[in-house]
């Protein structure tokens, strides 16, 4: 048998992909169900989380496995195997391991360093053990992933390369802000109890925020949530509220985060929109709407932007009167619905241009296009005009998302979700700890290759030695029916030493034997031990089933 992963991530495929195979709980059960119910595969696992979905299986054919486990993907997800496959990608055996360790240690992540994927490993092994799809590899596995993960946090600093995917967030609605500051005083909307709501709740309260209100279709799971956070020392006040109340509510927050489980919208754009128009909403500090003083430099350039829609990226502005200017000619950044777009000149390297249209929010949705962003827009919500302050920051951070995309568009409105942080952390910079946790991930693989090889060949040697101590058995019996005259003491000293014989002459082989199997390319010597000793396979066979009862433990292991 053969470890192998199939799966899909933010690396390889879009997050429109993402959000329409992402898998429920529900649906999590059942493709664990029909994988070890397939040939292929006879233990299974499933991670699944925001920004991953991945299938881990122990089979014994590769491309019946490769392609039983891309299907059983396809089918779950709803995603059909044909647009599925091109984002589908495949680890096999020590490739698989090197994947999940990855993994496990944030190296994979969508935030570099972040640490909150062990508890998701360590919820799929859970879930692999209480349906009984975690076999004795899978359990070993995912333990030794989570003890990788832990050890390349205290070992390193790859914390320092990044953070939970919930204060990344909280970073990109602060804008260059110090969260704590962005944050304090602010009242805040928790849509859904989970785990990631959870632990935004939680770091919410820690940064300073004056009110939590959470809400969630399970009342009870919302009350333990504020129980917790007004139990925790923070100060803040925090209640329950029903999820029919939640429009309501966005009237009075000034911040909202969303990852519940639901399949469809839970905050449609309509919904965002018309808490905008209640006018409840205090202007954000953090986007002052001032006024430059009469004939300033910033007030002639506004008024140059205000005459002709544009202001220059290149060259000198005129900044005369608009009587005396008879046809300026500027190109550059244009201004649509409040997001700034980068129209680049065309034209020789002597500085020659031929201004080019821009396609903004408003003009792309007008001709059915959607919206494009440049360099100059590193993130869709956070660039709009002075004029217009943030009253309502959103950060979604469901898979498939809660809040209609659409939001980001409405006055007012800073949106951050799925998408717009997997642009924002490509260009996050890599701390040097990094590579030193790679050297950890390489170190652990080439170990768990050598434990598993080694244990591949255990049942052939206990077999050896059971066999080898039944001839001891035999043999003493016969001598004893040969020499009856011996006393017990004699025929003790002659067993023991008999033993002590057989023992010595398979120590060095046996040793070595394990050696050389824990090595790369080294499974063959278990056959080669079967062979030479003519072990009866059902002997073996036993030994290997009696170690993976051992192993099967659902509670073996569990931290």
């Known amino acids: 048998m053969s470890l192998l992963v199939v799966g899909l991530s933010h690396r390889s495929a879009p997050v429109s992909v993402l959000e329409r195979a992402a898998l429920g709980t529900d649906a999590q059960t059942k493709l664990l169900q029909d994988t070890v119910a397939a040939e292929p595969a006879a233990e299974a696992a499933v991670l699944a989380t925001c920004n991953r979905i991945e299938l881990y299986a122990d089979v014994d054919k590769f491309h019946a496995g490769v392609a039983e486990l891309s299907t059983l993907l396809a089918q779950h997800s709803g995603v059909g195997l044909e647009e599925l496959t091109p984002y589908l990608y495949v680890h096999y055996e020590d490739r698989a391991v090197h994947h999940l360790f990855s993994v496990a240690c944030g190296l994979d ?80 909307l928790v849509i859904g109890a989970g785990s990631m709501s959870s632990l935004a709740a939680a770091t919410l309260a820690r940064v300073g925020v004056a009110e939590v209100v959470v809400a969630n279709r399970t009342l ?168 217009v302050p943030v009253k309502l920051a959103l950060l979604d951070l469901a898979m498939p998302r809660d809040i209609d995309a659409a939001a980001h568009r409405i006055d007012g409105v800073r949106l951050v979700d799925i998408e717009s942080l997997a642009e924002a952390s490509a260009d996050a910079p890599m701390a040097a700890d990094v590579d030193q946790v790679r050297t950890i991930v390489a170190d652990e693989v080439a170990a768990f290759g050598a434990a598993q090889r080694a244990a591949h060949i255990t049942p052939t040697v206990v077999a050896l030695r059971t066999m080898a101590a039944d001839v001891v058995e035999s043999e003493m019996a016969r001598l004893r029916g040969r020499l009856p005259d011996l006393d017990e003491r004699q025929r003790a000293e002659m067993t023991q030493t008999v033993r002590r014989v057989v023992d010595k002459l398979l120590h060095a082989p046996t040793v070595r034997v394990k050696q050389l199997a824990s090595e790369p390319g080294g499974a063959g010597y278990a056959d080669a031990l079967r062979t030479l000793f003519d072990l009866d396979p059902q002997t073996v066979a036993s030994v290997s089933r009696a170690d993976s009862s051992t192993t099967d433990d659902p509670n073996r292991g569990r931290a």
């Open 109 to 188: 992540s969508m935030v570099v360093g972040e640490g909150q994927i062990l508890g998701q490993i360590k919820d799929s092994l859970a879930t692999a053990q209480e349906l009984h799809t975690a076999g004795r590899l899978l359990n070993d596995l995912f333990q030794q992933a989570l003890r990788v993960g832990k050890r390349a946090h205290s070992e390193t600093g790859i914390d320092r390369a990044g953070q939970s995917l919930v204060t990344f967030g909280l970073e990109q609605l602060a804008a260059g802000a110090a969260v704590d500051q962005w944050a304090a005083g602010k009242r805040v």
């Open 220 to 387: 009870e799971r919302a009350e333990r949530l504020v129980e917790i956070l007004s139990d925790g020392g923070t100060g803040v006040s925090a209640r329950v509220a029903t999820m029919e109340s939640v429009a309501d509510e966005l009237t009075r927050v000034d911040v909202v985060v969303s990852c519940t489980g639901a399949t469809g919208l839970v905050l449609p754009g309509e919904t965002v929109a018309a808490a905008l128009a209640s006018g409840a909403h205090p202007v954000d500090a953090e986007a002052p709407n001032l006024r430059a003083p009469d004939g300033s430099l910033v007030a002639r350039l506004a008024a140059v932007a205000d005459r002709d829609g544009r202001i220059s990226d290149g060259g000198l502005v005129d900044l005369r009167p608009e009587s005396e200017v008879e046809s300026p000619e500027l190109h550059g950044t244009w201004a649509d619905n409040g997001a700034l777009l980068d129209r680049p000149a065309t034209g020789s390297e002597s500085g020659a241009a031929c201004p080019v249209p821009a396609v903004g929010p408003a003009s792309a949705a007008r001709r059915g296009e959607r919206p494009q962003r440049t360099d100059v827009v590193p993130q869709r919500s956070d660039v709009r005009p002075a004029s």
